[in-house]
């Protein structure tokens, strides 16, 4: 049986309001703040990268934990922005940890990367294979955005945050879903090759593209029903549920979310306000944030669902022990 054991965050120190954007693009802060709700993100320095925000959560962990992590076998670095293709993020982070001994691997599940990275992390532990996994969700897209494209750059921001998922006596993952429209991968994608996806979404500048209204769409219409299926696989009601954390992709997305759920939004932590998009790295945040304030606290039961490039999303349901 498994467990989330501790938790950290990190995100970078520069904070970038909307204002930056109106010196780059034709945009102004009320349109951004309206349209996504998002107020500020932080960019990473340069020569700052993802295994450099994931090692700074790892020792926020470390330090809120008390937890030793030079032993853990097995770390997964779940991002849409790795440091590069090869090695791996996970690989960075071993040699700056110093873990002597684990296996290494990023996941690349865009914004649903952090749940499937809890997904797989259960599998290990529960099945015996790996008995100390590092989960990481964390980005540094300010590296690969389209400053010129005002409908997509406005929207992300850079962080980073860390689980570690230990056998325990009781089972705290109480349920998992997830699925894929893979026909509408070219509504958001990142692509250094000259290759199409499906017809369309040749993107040789390796730079995010999407069609926001698309994936809008797709989220509002599907993920509510995914988190019903969720909470009945858990064999609850959503009564039982303490906090629901959606990615946070866009507060109007959240908030449409939660009406079509008729749940109340102060239950639902986000990060996208103060932090933008940060894909996979944007659930850890929205848990960190409600700890600090008094929000989800140990014994809760909180529903995760990621959900993004791919189309592909991820949820879970977990017992909150820290
Ligand atoms: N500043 C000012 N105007 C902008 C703008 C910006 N940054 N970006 C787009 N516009 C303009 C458009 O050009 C358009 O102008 P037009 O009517 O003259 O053609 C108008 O605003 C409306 O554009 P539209 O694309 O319809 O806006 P929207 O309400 O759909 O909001 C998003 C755009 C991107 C904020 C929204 O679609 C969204 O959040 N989508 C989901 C994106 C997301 O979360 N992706 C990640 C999922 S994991």
């Given amino acids: 049986m498994s467990q989330i054991t501790a938790f950290g965050t990190y995100v970078p120190e520069k904070i970038i309001n909307n204002h930056y954007f109106e010196n780059l693009i034709d945009t102004n802060d009320e349109w951004i703040l309206s349209r996504t709700g998002i107020r500020t993100r932080r960019f990473a320095k340069d020569g700052e990268y993802t295994s450099d925000l994931s090692y700074k959560a790892v020792q926020d962990l470390v330090s809120k934990s008390g937890k030793e992590v030079k032993d853990v076998d097995f770390i997964i670095i779940c991002t849409t922005s790795p440091d590069q293709p090869m090695p791996n993020s996970a690989s960075r982070l071993q040699y700056k940890l110093g873990v002597e001994n684990a296996g290494c691997n990023d996941i690349y599940a865009a914004c649903a990367g952090f749940v499937y990275g809890l997904q797989m992390a259960h599998g290990f532990v529960n099945s015996g294979i790996y008995q100390k996994v590092l989960v990481v969700g964390a980005e540094t897209l300010s590296k690969i955005i389209d400053m ?37 991968g070219h509504d958001l994608y990142l692509s250094h090759k000259k290759n199409s996806i499906n017809g369309v979404g040749i993107n040789p500048n390796g730079r995010i593209i999407q069609n926001g209204r698309s994936v809008f769409k797709w989220a509002v219409g599907n993920i509510p029903n995914k988190i019903r299926d969720l909470v009945e696989k858990a064999g609850l009601t959503l009564d039982d549920i303490d906090h629901i954390v959606p990615h946070s992709a866009n507060l109007r997305i959240i908030e449409a979310i939660a009406k079509s759920l008729d749940y109340p939004m102060e239950k639902v932590p986000e990060s996208v306000t103060e932090f933008g998009n940060t894909s996979s790295a944007s659930i850890p945040l929205a848990i960190a944030k409600s700890m600090q304030t008094g929000g989800i606290k140990k014994g809760d039961t909180v529903l995760m669902i990621g959900f993004g490039g791919g189309l592909t999303f991820a949820g879970t349901i977990v017992k909150w022990n820290i």
Avoid: K, M, Q, V
Wanted: hydrophobic letters at 35%; charged letters at 25%.
């Fill in 148 to 184: 010129d494209d005002r409908t997509s750059c406005i929207l992300f921001g850079d962080g980073a945050g860390a689980a570690l998922i230990e056998p325990g006596e009781d089972e705290h993952f109480l349920a998992f879903n997830s699925g894929t429209n893979g026909d509408l």
